[in-house]
């Protein structure tokens, strides 16, 4: 059909889930289907976009890879968003699906309503809003607080009524999601994953489709193609900032803080990995992730951290103009002492 709206699919999910490596995998088995990113990015070092321009498949090329790297996609709809769906839909050669893959801080809600706006509603339409998360860390209580404890401090401070960031975004993204993946679903056991899938489920009224994946692999028929049209829906999976403050104030992020570190090669991966685990540990920064130079390698390595796993991978060469480098985002809680952790991470290497 001419007239057919193309499908735009939105990927959420928090800090180090495996947003990216799913849709690589997803891009990697697109099946022919022409596929356009937008990426937007927390922080100043475009990370995610430059692992995926750096795939190589023939139906995501670079010119279909956006990135946004001002601030938060949910911030900036009307600057960001809607200017880039614009220009997408005004190419000459339209993809046959649109994903969007949200900063780890975002909330879905706003970037979803944006869909009704009127310049994109007729063209485009949410297939569905995924989010991603990452079971392991669930499970060991790291993005989900203990809600009893919680509820007793309440009752003895009656001034504390407010929850953490992290459990608002935590709670706003399964709110807003037509599917959840839970991640890294082989780090746990079958009763610890049921455990996960309770405390998932928890935060909504709605029966979430809830599926589990080892390294973001899930076929692009489950990911794809759910026709859910959820800017119809949007409306009615409120987010906390949306909740209690209707009077129309700008949401914001800060709580949350990012800084680029920028270092020499590293001459011991081994030890600078366990170097960084110290300093991940001591700070409390919740993600950390880069590329680096090794002596003797033509090619770059990929760093990805969140808590205190950490995953490297060599993706491509150096590029001619390329100067061989080691740039690393560290994301964390606002106070962040980004002076020492510079210094830890100089020393690291």
Known sequence: MLNAKIPATVITGFL????TTMIRNLLQNAKGKRIALIINEFGDLGVDGDVLKGCGIDTCTEDDI???????ICCTVADDFIPTMEKLLERENRPDHIIIETSGLALPQPLVAAFNWPEIKTQVTVDGVITVIDAAAVSEGRFAHDHDKLDAQR?????????????????????????????????????????????????TDRALKIVSAKHGELPIEVLLGLGSATEGEIENRKSHHEIH??????????????????TGEIADTEKFIAGLKAIIA???VLRLKGFCAVPGKPIRLVVQAVGQRIETYFDR???????????????????????AIAAEIKAAV
């Open 155 to 203: 009752a003895a401070d009656e001034e504390l009524d407010h929850e953490s960031p992290l459990e608002e975004l935590f709670e706003d993204q399964i709110r807003a999601a037509d599917m959840i993946v839970l991640n890294k679903s082989d780090l746990i056991d079958a009763d610890r994953l049921e455990a996960v899938k309770a405390i998932v489920q928890s935060q």
């Open 66 to 72: 956006v990135e946004l790297n001002n601030g938060c």
């Open 282 to 284: 001591a700070h409390d």
């Open 245 to 262: 403050h209707a009077d129309g104030h700008e949401h914001d992020h800060d709580e949350f803080e990012s800084f680029v570190v920028e």
């Open 317 to 339: 060469a150096w590029q001619a103009g390329e100067t061989p480098s080691s740039r690393l985002v560290v994301i964390g809680l606002h106070d962040l002492d980004q002076a």
């Open 16 to 19: 180090g889930a495996g947003k």
